[in-house]
């Protein structure tokens, strides 16, 4: 029996919740996947897994194999990147995962630029608005915005970004500029995704809620964007989502002073033992680009 098949098996399983889960992800036959797994528990010895309607439960004794078989398979992932030359050169697939718009507007040109200076390095990204736990779904990089959870992982200030409340010049001069939040309620609002804490605002150090009227909802960032361009209300986006329009004055900046601190951008990865150069040469040439970008508002020469 090979061990470390068996073992790469036993983990896609545990990593997918069910055999049948764990044979899609690996792209191999059902029946060799839960083969597999019955010969690694009959040469144990012990039973690893149990089996239920809904999903897979580690006994006692799997919960600590599959703790030292991660631990074997990671030291051998390691021993094959020192082998190929990973920390000569960088080289090999760099997984990076951001959020949707962010990532379109902001990390995209600078990846396309790494791409060019690093040739030997491929690029699969992952554009996703949520938590991708890097680990276990074996992602390189991460790019995160707000506030991080406390964890194990490393991560490196790469920038600030900031809510904007605003709206068209022409709804302003119709409407009138609010002074403080508690006008909005007499104003139209364009809600995005009925998300509450986009109207949150900052009173005397206080988080105070103050929400126009409701007379658009939208899906999309995109259509905020162009229903509050348009005149329809007033709008608060990341100042990532409208740099054109808020250089151009389509769109205009109001009740600044409430709307809270900058929030950070990171740039977050795992580390176990030395970072491969693709990783570390990959944040090298991000952090400074990502820094110019948040700082200046506009894209920047990659």
Known sequence: MDRLEAMRMLLAVIDAGSISAGSRKLNAPLPSVSRKVAELERYLGASLIVRTSRNLQLTDAGREYVETARRIMADL??????????????????????????????????????????????????????????????????????????????????????????????????????EHPGDLAQHDGIHFNKRAFFWTFDVDGQAVEAIPRNRLEVNTAANCVAAAVGGAGIARLFDYQIPDELASGSLVPILQRFDGALRPIHIVYPRQGLLTLKVRSFIDWALPRLRTVSAQGEAVDV
Do not use: W
């Not at 960088?90 to 060019?116: D, S």
């Open 77 to 178: 992932e390691e021993a094959e990147r020192r082998a190929s030359g990973e920390y000569q050169t960088p080289r090999g697939t760099l997984t990076i995962t951001m959020p949707v718009e962010f990532g379109a507007r902001r990390v995209l040109p600078i990846v396309l630029g790494y791409m060019e200076k690093y040739p030997e390095v491929q690029l699969n990204l992952l554009s996703l608005d949520r938590t991708v736990h890097l680990v276990d779904e074996q992602v390189d990089i991460a790019i995160r915005l707000g506030d991080l959870a406390d964890s194990s992982l490393h991560a490196v200030k790469a920038g600030e970004f900031r809510l904007v409340t605003c709206a068209s010049p022409a709804y302003l001069e119709r409407r009138g500029v609010p």
